[in-house]
């Protein structure tokens, strides 16, 4: 008996140390500082999932010139993948040039998917070494890719496997 007494005494004990008599008393919100309430804003749907991709290159009226290398076993490597034309600026001229002495644009060396009305056909310089293509970049809209191929040949007439980056208008 004089066990289960001790048992009782010490679960009281601790049910009274849990306790102090006053009502629970909930923490108080921390003090604003003054001036206007701070209101969280929602992203603007329009806008949403239109963040610009990074871009090699940006290019301008009469700055858009990309270096090609081919290596000897006939890999095809264009300076930026990915190049954007300022939105706004029409009548961009694009010129390819490749670095190795040995290679040479084949007659389409340039050429864009689907012919778009943006990009009529270039033509190789004389010497074959480098390729202009004159962007309209007057379609509506913005961030519109146009993927192209590269195309190049061995001046032994051996040709290439074609690389094809994007360029972006309206970027």
């Not at 849990?18 to 003054?34: F, H, L, N, T």
């Amino acid at each position: 008996m004089r066990t289960h007494i001790l048992i009782s005494c010490a679960a009281v004990s601790l049910a009274m140390l849990g306790c102090d008599g006053k009502p629970e008393q909930k923490a108080k919100p921390a003090a604003q500082a003054p001036g206007p309430a701070v209101v969280a804003q929602s992203p603007d749907p329009a806008k949403a999932g239109k963040a610009k991709r990074a871009v090699g290159k940006k290019c301008k009226k009469d700055d858009c010139n990309l270096k090609v290398d081919v290596s000897d076993s006939c890999v095809i490597t264009v300076e930026h993948d990915l190049v954007g034309v300022t939105k706004g600026i029409e009548d961009v001229p694009i010129t390819w040039t490749i670095q190795q002495n040995h290679f040479e644009f084949t007659a389409n060396g340039i050429e864009f998917r689907g012919n778009p009305p943006s990009f009529p056909p270039g033509s190789p310089s004389s010497n074959g070494k480098s390729f202009t293509v004159v962007d309209k970049n007057n379609q509506p809209g913005d961030d519109i890719d146009f993927k192209y191929s590269v195309t190049v040949k061995r001046k032994n007439g051996a040709a290439c496997p074609t690389h094809d980056p994007t360029i972006i208008n309206g970027y």
